[in-house]
């Protein structure tokens, strides 16, 4: 089994709709993170969590907004689904030490708003 | 803001070397290098501390410039396999430290 699973890994919605995406890590880091990734643009950060009561805001929040259920679960919702939020999206996931870590990826998740 | 990378493309024949640079205005505590395939998803080349180090395995290098706040990837004797968009990830430190991405360089190795 993957060590970031993302879910689902193919999703078409209609503009307007609300959508959840879904993360969940076995490595038992602290650290989750969520990317948005378009072509030509490399991978922007969207939130990052360090913990359960701990969330960040990224580059590039607006229309987003993230929940940490447990260590080992972070979610990303679109509460309104517009066009320009098709991409593919990231999560990771990293331990904590100051230098930081490897950051381990999930295989994505391919969202187009139509 | 995201660190700056460049070229934003290269194309090179089997063997031959290339040098990936990176850049941030910002200061860094350390720099990530990550290699993504086309449809996959990224995975890890190696990290630089702070510390002006340089690291390698196998024919891909990179060193460390905090004082310039520069990173650069060095792959020597290119395969077919080095193909793929390389991103460098900056970490400015902090107990709250996150990983920005550049933009991402395109290598094409051609037999």
């Known amino acids: 089994d993957a060590d970031v699973t993302q879910t689902p890994r193919n999703r078409i919605t209609k503009t307007g709709k609300r959508i959840m995406l879904e993360c969940s890590q076995t490595k038992g880091h602290d650290r989750m993170y969520w990317y948005r990734q378009d072509p030509g643009l490399g991978l922007r950060l969207i939130y990052y969590?360090?913990?359960?009561?701990?969330?960040n805001k990224g580059e590039i929040s607006d229309g987003y907004s993230v929940s940490r259920q447990a260590q080992a679960k972070f979610s990303l919702s679109l509460e309104s689904a517009i066009p320009n939020q098709t991409a593919l999206y990231f999560c990771?996931?990293?331990?904590?030490?100051?230098?930081?870590?490897?950051?381990?990826f999930g295989q994505g998740t391919r969202l187009t708003v139509v | 803001q995201q660190p700056v990378q460049s070229p934003q493309a290269v194309i090179l024949r089997e063997g031959e070397d290339a040098v990936i640079n990176c850049s941030s205005s910002?200061?860094?505590?350390?720099v990530h290098w990550y290699r993504q395939k086309h449809g996959e998803a990224p995975v890890f080349l190696m990290i630089?501390?702070?510390?002006?180090e340089q690291k390698g395995h196998d024919k891909i290098s990179a060193s460390f410039n905090e004082k310039k706040q520069q990173s650069s990837l060095y792959l020597t004797a290119s395969q077919l396999s080095y193909s793929g968009t390389y991103f460098c990830a900056a970490n400015s430190g902090g107990s709250n430290y996150k990983l920005t991405f550049g933009k991402g360089t395109l290598l094409t190795v051609n037999p």
């Open positions: 630089l501390l702070k510390g002006g």
């Open positions: 990771a996931t990293s331990d904590s030490l100051q230098g930081g870590t490897e950051a381990f």
């Open positions: 910002k200061a860094l505590y350390s």
């Open positions: 969590s360090f913990d359960v009561k701990d969330i």
